[in-house]
């Protein structure tokens, strides 16, 4: 049997049950209210539609509830913050059904609460089509301050976490419909489903000086040249050193794909980027490694007349113009 | 010529312009940063869907703009409390013209700047549909705390801001393509379309010591229906006084419409409702008429086994059930 609005609020309030710490008023009332210590408050709003950033076909609805805020947090993790409390508009095209609120909203609170993250409120109704989840993530910046994508300088080094392009193989996986390479390379699948922020390491870049941040959401192409348009500079990015995985070189090899372009163009790694000055930059992959977070450096912000370039055994190619831009 | 992902946020970002008090990092980074003197912040979020909360037939852009705002704002008055700052997440179903962009943004900065906040950052894809806006509102609690839905007694008297129905007037006027009724009853038109959320009535009531508010977006009976929810108590609200502006009775006279149905199930009026013990009432309703704001006493809070009940020359109606649900 569908819902209507109201059966919808009360379902997620209950699902979300006790308001932890911070939170003084939680979903039920016109805004929600909640205690950030100092005072400073990171803020950041995301959409995805569905047609567009998923698709009911190859996401279960727990994936799209995941998704939608882990991106988000993402982001409060890209200025080296903890994300503390999200808001959800949630759209439907049509009434749903309980059974999808739960499942939606688990993954909502799955993601959230793995990172200690509550949901205090939002907004339910209608949209013009699909399902649509907007996330609103509030958070915390570290002592030192956040870690903007304005502050790298020529001569840094630059840096990412993990792997990239596992996001973007993934979705061609889901994409070809193939239950066998789904069932082969489960961990890139998993790396388009259900992508897990980096707070600990924003955290521990923000601590060790690192000149600035970004979350990989775009792909490594038009993420990078952000921070260098932003940082009015250039860089220079080695192909060969951008760390790929082990499953996404094999797939790559067994489809006929180029497995840079996954993480230039694929976004949705949710991995950081991150610059320092060179005498820092060891530092900051210590503090990563110490807590089993792998990181590689892959590349050096020039002078901003170098432009955005990648170095590849061929040539030099220009990263502008590269990766995902909803309108181009 | 239509704009890029990028060309749109850069657009955006020029017109919001140089960052007001309490702005650290504004547009163009992962997230905002604000800060927010005492540490405890309302957060608010409300989406608009074209096609279900509004068409550009009878809206233009600058409409669509101010009206997702001021909805945002309203969340806030309704608390007791100030804006701050503001997100906006905004989907377009095709790249828009830059003159497109400039109209939207125009009517949020229009609203937003009208209420001191600032829009520090958000969000630009595509949507599965048509426009679709999502904003955040971000604010400060007044001094007392939020005032919540669930604080009514029995015993209280329930007042409401300004008039009802005007919006649910005002739209019945767009439905109907009617430019004679448009260019004779503007006000309506004008609610509908541009509502000016109650910041200050807002804090003056919180100030007066009223006991529960809320606005009304839903329409009068189900917002009521709400603080009596959770409130745990019932009303009774007297049809004769709830307040109608002549411009609704004429054009209800005029069209053959019931006046009191644009009040209670039209929604979108943005007025508050308040309850406030009968010794505070009148100083709550003195408060605003200090401030040239009109306010008037429609019923009283009755106990929980009472229900939520409206009395007309014919007799009771049941208030619930009554009213805009998404999926009802």
């Known amino acids: ?42 803020l950041t709003t995301d959409s995805i539609y569905e047609g567009v950033h998923f698709s009911l076909d190859t996401f279960n609805l727990s994936d799209v509830g995941w998704k939608a805020v882990a991106a988000g947090i993402s982001d409060i993790a890209a200025m080296g913050g903890e994300p503390s ?33 509550a949901l205090v409120g939002g907004d339910v109704c209608r949209s013009g089509a699909g399902l649509a989840l907007t996330v609103t993530v509030a958070g915390t910046p570290s002592q030192g301050g956040p870690v903007l994508r304005g502050g790298a300088n020529e001569g840094d080094r630059i840096g990412v976490t993990g792997a990239l392009g596992g996001s973007g193989a993934g979705l061609f996986i889901l994409n070809n419909r193939d239950d066998d390479l789904r069932a082969r390379f489960p961990e890139l699948v998993e790396s388009h489903l259900r992508p897990r922020p980096r707070i600990q390491a924003g955290r521990l870049l923000a601590a060790a000086g690192v000149t600035a941040m970004e979350d990989v959401s775009d792909g490594l192409a038009p993420d990078l040249y952000h921070i260098c348009a932003e940082s009015e500079v250039g860089c220079e990015v080695e192909a060969e050193l951008v760390p790929l995985s082990d499953e996404l070189l094999a797939l790559a090899g067994e489809v006929g794909a180029e497995p840079l372009s996954w993480a230039l163009e694929g976004g949705e790694d949710y991995e950081l980027i991150f610059t320092a000055h060179p005498g820092h930059f060891n530092k900051a992959i210590n503090a990563l490694a110490l807590h089993g977070i792998t990181a590689a450096r892959i590349g050096t912000i020039k002078a901003a007349g170098a432009g955005c370039t990648l170095l590849t055994e061929t040539g030099r190619t220009d990263l502008g113009g590269i990766g995902y831009d909803h309108f181009a």
Chains 1, 2 share one sequence.
């Open 1 to 42: 049997m569908s819902l209507t609005e109201l059966e919808i609020i009360t379902l997620i309030r209950e699902m979300a049950g006790e308001p932890g710490p911070g939170v003084e008023v939680a979903i039920g009332d016109d805004a929600a209210l909640f205690h950030f210590t100092g005072g400073r408050v990171l």
């Open 85 to 117: 409390c999200i808001l959800l508009s949630l759209a439907y095209g049509r009434a749903p059904e309980s059974e999808e609120v739960r499942a939606l909203i688990g993954g909502v609170l799955e993601m959230s609460s793995s990172c200690n993250c």
